[in-house]
């Protein structure tokens, strides 16, 4: 019903800016609020950001003031990362929470090196 494809992850230095997307196509009217999260290798995959239809954004205390979501025209979501650090590098996983099933994106590797 939902497919959604990541893509711009990549290697940076430290300090360094990428801006990964997630494309969302489907039944995309069931989705209101997307999120990308993240997953180092040995840890628990963690929430990132999430923005819902209306525009309304949180994120997580160790990401504020570096990096921004925002929606495109199309239905695509964007992650500006700025000032990266080694502590970014992590597989970046797009995610739309629908009523009925939780949809993820294959992922997209970003490493930060120092």
């Known amino acids: 019903q939902v497919q959604l494809v990541e893509s711009g992850g990549g290697l940076v230095q430290s300090g360094g800016s990428l801006r990964p997307s997630c494309a969302a196509s489907?039944?995309?009217?069931?989705?209101?609020?997307m999120g990308w999260y993240r997953q180092a290798p040995g840890k628990q995959r963690e929430l990132v950001a999430t923005i819902t239809r209306g525009g309304s954004t949180n994120y997580a205390d160790s990401v504020k003031g570096r990096f921004t979501i925002s929606r495109g025209n199309a239905d695509t979501v964007y992650l500006q990362m700025n000032s990266l650090k080694p502590e970014d590098t992590a597989v970046y996983y797009c995610?739309?929470?629908?009523?009925?099933?939780?949809?993820w994106g294959q992922g997209t590797q970003v490493t930060v090196s120092s």
């Open positions: 489907g039944r995309i009217f069931s989705i209101y609020i």
């Open positions: 995610n739309a929470p629908t009523w009925g099933t939780n949809y």
